[in-house]
């Protein structure tokens, strides 16, 4: 049986800790020792304890959390830094300064005891700290995730003394120190703000409508309603009663109903939605044409437009038109084989980004963005073909390109949710296939954004150009063939046209301040620029 490496350790326990505390540490060993042996439990903490050495189990926890994306992923990584100092401090520092004399082994029962009887000093449990800091700092960032991993690390903290590797004050002690590392990294390292819009577009005075009296609002129940909002139209009937609504059904196109609309007795002075992007967009580009307000309601299952628009819940719309409050804001036009223009609010797209997108979305809420967008890039590129294209008269061959509406500070191939709403550009994303194993530097880049693509492009023997070209632009024409003569699929804010002649031109055009919106709300200093001009509408 193995004692401290030096004989000076084991008495530190005696003169730093108090009496009390010795007791109170032989009682808990004594009652955790003479307990009737439970061989199944026995083993079990034992391998527990055996698999949180060197904090294995905690970076294996954290590399699954940090696929998850969102605030799993920012847990893990505090999770993570937490644990590095928190188990310097407990095992180079405060085991140098107090030490110890762990638990004679003789009196553990044998089925109990480690494989691997630990050396150091007892004082404070580094186990202990390790597993109280990594999962404080998890809870930190994302409450659920540490809530589901508090009985774990309690466990592996209570495995200590079961196994009699510490005391009950070194468990204590360690954790207590974890915690504490764990609670004042945040406060020296707070969580990063969640980034705003740079700028919401020019305030403008909208026609206020506090009984929503002029207001036509289009409802599309097939958006993917959500079941935590109220139910569409006993919401708005409520809260806007004189209101008219309309439920769109299948095969009604919501241009046709605008343009009947305004023909009729009662012309609408406003024009509403609820729904999804792709519902939005249509409805957009029916108040567009009428030179009418859009009023938004987040009622579909992404509603990436209305959240940068500033209507990020129900009852921000509701108050906005009330209010009057609105912004003017920037869109684009897509125009395919010389037809009608449409209305693009987020991203217009050519090749496999529409799709990848699309299964991306399926799976994101069941498995984090990250590991849904592996998985829907590799089923995309598996049967994707390559595009030949001109980009403004300069020729490539492509898996996909984007384009949005407005700048994304984004690192991936175009988000669907706009930054600003009055920059003036066009964020093109051109997403090349050259170079060596196309399909692969593909599949990173579509999975992992520019920066994993970044590096994958500077291994030796791959092409020095970059798999994602980004820059912007007024006005960008696409001229795009597949190199298979299948279909071409094009599509703006999830909704995707297939192009069965396997080739097309498409152009899409910036329209500055191309639509009033309402759902932006309006500073002191920008309402009192147009005082009560909005009342009056």
């Known amino acids: 049986m193995k004692g401290p490496s030096h004989p000076i350790i084991a008495l530190r326990r005696v003169r730093i800790l108090p009496r009390w505390v010795r007791h109170i540490d032989a009682r808990a060993s004594h009652a955790v020792n003479r307990h009737r042996h439970l061989p199944q439990l026995d083993r079990r903490l034992a391998r527990l304890s055996h698999r949180a050495d060197r904090s294995r189990l905690w970076f294996e926890i954290a590399a699954a959390l940090y696929l998850l994306g969102g605030k799993p992923r920012r847990g893990a990584v505090r999770g993570i830094a937490s644990l590095i100092v928190g188990s310097a401090l407990a095992n180079l520092v405060g085991k140098q300064i107090f030490g110890g004399d762990r638990p004679l082994l003789k009196d553990v029962p044998v089925p109990r005891r480690l494989t691997r009887t630990p050396t150091s000093g007892s004082f404070p449990s580094g186990h202990s700290a390790s597993a109280?800091?990594?999962?404080?700092?998890?809870?930190?960032?994302?409450?659920?995730?540490?809530?589901?991993?508090?009985?774990?690390?309690?466990?592996?903290?209570?495995?200590?003394?079961?196994?009699?590797?510490?005391?009950?004050?070194?468990?204590?002690?360690?954790?207590a120190l974890g915690s504490a590392v764990a609670v004042v990294g945040r406060m020296l390292v707070p969580a990063p703000a969640r980034p705003e819009p740079a700028h919401l577009g020019p305030a403008i005075p909208l026609p206020s409508l506090p009984e929503g009296d002029g207001a036509l609002i289009f409802v599309n129940v097939a958006s993917g309603i959500d079941p935590l909002r109220p139910e569409p139209r006993g919401f708005i009937s409520r809260e806007l009663p004189l209101a008219r609504i309309h439920v769109l059904e299948e095969g009604e196109r919501t241009a046709e109903l605008v343009r009947d609309a305004l023909t009729g007795a009662n012309p609408p002075r406003v024009i509403g939605v609820w729904g999804g992007d792709g519902t939005v967009a249509a409805t957009a580009d029916a108040a567009r044409r009428a030179r009418l307000p859009l009023l938004i309601f987040p009622g579909g299952t992404f509603n990436h437009f209305a959240r940068t628009a500033g209507a990020e819940t129900i009852d921000d719309a509701v108050q906005a038109v009330r209010d009057g409050a609105g912004r003017r804001v920037d869109v684009a036009e897509l125009t395919i084989d010389g037809g009608r223009p449409v209305t693009v609010m987020n991203v217009a797209s050519i090749g496999v980004y529409p799709g990848f997108v699309a299964e991306r979305e399926e799976m994101e809420s069941a498995l984090g963005k990250p590991v849904a967008a592996l998985i829907a890039a590799v089923r995309v590129l598996a049967r994707a073909h390559t595009l030949s294209v001109?980009?403004?008269?300069?020729?490539?061959?492509?898996?996909?390109?984007?384009?949005?509406?407005?700048?994304?500070?984004?690192?991936?191939?175009?988000?669907?949710?706009?930054?600003?709403?009055?920059?003036?550009?066009?964020?093109?994303?051109?997403?090349?296939?050259?170079?060596r194993m196309p399909r692969l530097r593909g599949l990173v880049a579509l999975a992992f954004g520019v920066r994993a693509s970044g590096l994958l492009d500077r291994v030796p023997g791959h092409a020095a150009l970059a798999t994602i070209e980004a820059f912007t632009a007024e006005q960008v024409r696409i001229e795009a063939r597949s190199s298979t003569g299948a279909a071409v699929n094009v599509a703006h804010d999830g909704e995707v046209s297939v192009l069965e002649q396997g080739s097309t031109v498409a152009t899409v055009r910036l329209v500055p301040g191309g639509l009033d919106v309402y759902g932006a709300p309006v500073t002191e200093s920008e309402q009192q620029g147009f005082g009560d001009r909005g009342k009056s509408g």
């Not at 404080?136 to 009985?151: I, K, M, N, Y």
């Not at 466990?155 to 196994?163: D, M, Q």
């Not at 690192?411 to 706009?418: I, K, N």
């Open 132 to 175: 109280a800091a990594f999962v404080t700092g998890v809870a930190l960032e994302s409450g659920r995730s540490g809530a589901l991993l508090a009985p774990l690390g309690a466990a592996v903290a209570y495995s200590r003394l079961h196994t009699g590797a510490h005391w009950l004050s070194d468990v204590i002690g360690g954790a």
């Open 390 to 435: 001109r980009v403004d008269g300069r020729a490539a061959r492509v898996w996909s390109i984007a384009v949005a509406a407005g700048q994304n500070s984004s690192a991936s191939m175009v988000p669907l949710q706009r930054r600003r709403l009055d920059d003036g550009v066009l964020d093109v994303r051109v997403l090349h296939a050259r170079g």
